[in-house]
């Protein structure tokens, strides 16, 4: 009877942790391995400024639509500083804002971006642009150059490409060189051109950004331009006057309005670096998932701060390493100090690695057990003296970490990382057992623990299964289901086979 | 590997975690288990159903006693010395006499002399619950010491040996008795070192012994044979090991006793969990005679009967 609903629990455990996997791993499109990794960009703008004395505003341009990229997330470090995002006539605009501030202030903000064919150019067709009022003698240059031009088009595409050879040509002519005369940088040029495509009625606009590619220190803005040919925008370089858009271009802003806006403040700067990390294509499965506004990912540990992550990331190993403990003790019929103690040594063995981890915890248990011995004599109370104990543990610790780093071995500070009080607790249990039953006795369950401790930190280790659990932690159930069915095993251990083997009937 | 396990099968033999799971889960109440896991109130139990327990000298149950010791103790020579809910025969104290010239120096069964501190401080780590089984505080108990009976003079090194009864619901399914040897320092119990060797239910006579989880005939202190020896008093102490289950409300259950030369059996103490040697001890496995009781079973039977029934069951066939 209750047989059958151990098996009924352990059923259900499993199946739904099955289908919670199943629905993640194929409809959201959860990636089972690690290495399925998309890049992601972080763009870093850094607004450099010296303080006024009076309030300080600084707006500045963010990124609205971004053809070929979605956004992952944006965030802004700004101590002290009002932070919101607006929208202005160029596009979203993020706005800090502090009472007073004093001396060289920097403010950051980031935001990271992953590639997705998908996005589109999702603007609306712009109206025509208003006639630019342009003074002469400029106004007769432009429009010399724009009837010329038009004489040599068909349509929008053809007058742009037509009209950027012109301005680009080496040995231009009067009316171009007169127009060009004031202009200094790439922007100043594509905003001649954009007045040049306005006197036109052509919809026209200077985009900048950066091409994404690796990672950069300090990137500088690219000035692109950016035609309406009354159904879709086309973009063309304005140096070669070729209709392309560079590789991975992403688009910051629009428009021929400044980068950054200060109220307040001088000299100001704006510096970006890139980045590029491979984060697991599991960020981008959530973000589809948020899209299609299912619940799995409001549960998904993807979301917790990334210090959370990793901490769990090592917390979500210990059910395998309690599995690991019920085989070796109810399967195996291994000995070992304490139920879970050997699972607490494995993840310790996690951060000094194996090698150094058994000769580390070796160590720290003989010689701890010296000191219990010679401690005995002083008859001290069970309390007292485990604290004691507990206390030559940790002294132990030091003592082996400087001695370590006086001979340069790095590994011997990780030590510290062993969980003293299990120590303590396993130096006394062995010291009992070693009085009450020999050291026989006493090195065998040392042993067991030591051998059930790497076994754990073999299986706790394996990359592929961390990544696994991480992502699917429904897998838990799983592992709950074989641990209840563990729970009603009542066949023979594998050392009772050995232990019996005198009674074995032919 | 698998063979193995079906030749474990074919001869019945119980494994742990079978024990655990489908007996003492099943048969031991949790709210039993202070009955035998704490010696005095088992001795109190079993005094109150008229069983012969050793008698106990007094009990200490918190550090500020164990000045009292000396005034329990008396001017008697010899005394035992052990934690209320020990397991496993760990922290127990076997003293046997004094030291001729100083009255304060006791010697211990295996004939090591200790100052009376050394008992203070045995009865605190006692106390503090080093040899619990759950590392709480405990008691200390002071008794009367086993002269133990001749029968098994030849076949004990030094301390006392002790017979095991496992009882399944109140029948007596197996026995063995637990010979102390040297390496035992003088305890009775097979995992620190004692020979146990098997008993014919029948007739109360030893069969071969166990060491280590070997079958060995000889005791390898004394080199005596182990098997033919007649435990006297058989029939007494089949039924009150029966009664042991009346007395706890367990249903697998391993009760210990010891034959007093002047007293006739006594019951020492009692257990939730008794371990699976005597199975190597009797060459034969629990299952069969657990299932054969299972047949048998009787609710009404009187623990007479139920002995009865199981010498009648298990006699050795020779």
Redesign the interface.
Known sequence: MKQRYVYVLAALLAVVGLSVFFYKWQVLGFPLTEDQETPVWTIEAAVNFDSGPGSIKAQLHVPTLTPGFRMLNENSVSRGYGFSINYGSGGREAQWAVRRADGEQTIYYRISVYEDESVDQSDTTPPFPPLPVIDEPLNTAVEVIVSDVRDHSADAASFTTELLRRINDPSPDPNVELLLAGVDSDADFVGVVTMLLASARIPARMVRGFPLAGRQRRADLVAWLEVHDGDRWLYFNPQSGEQSLPDRFFVWWRGNEPLVNLEGGSNVRVDFAIQENHLDAVAIAETQAAQRGTSAVDFSLYSLPIQTQAVYSVLLMIPIGALIMVIMR?IV?IDAFGTFMPVLIALAFRETKLFWGVILFTTLVALGLTIRFLLDRL?L???PRLSAVLIVVVLLMLFISLMSHRLGMETGLSVALFPMVIIAMTIERMS?VWE???PA?AMRAGLGSLVVAVAAYIFMGIAWLEHLIFTFPELLLIILALVVLA????????T??R???????? | MLTAVRKLRGAGILGLNERNADFIMRLNPRRYYPRVDDKVLTKELALAAGMAVPDLYGVIAHQGQVREFGKIVGERDSFVVKPAQGSGGDGILVVTGRSQRRRDCFRLSSGMLISEGEIHHHISNIVGGQYSLSGNPDKALIEYCVHFDPTFAEVSFQGVPDIRVVVYRGYPAMAMVRLPTRASDGKANLHQGAVGAGVDLGSGETLSGVLDDHVVDEHPDTGALVAGLQIPKWDFILESSARGHEVTGLGYLGVDMVIDRDRGPLILEMNARPGLNIQIANGAGLLDRIARIEQLYDAGATPEQRAAVSRREFAATS
């Open positions: 109810n019929g008859r109370l069970l309390v009992v009450e039953r020999g006795d729970g009603r095993y009542t066949g023979y251990r594998l009772e086979l232990r019996f083997r005198d009674l074995m009937s032919e």
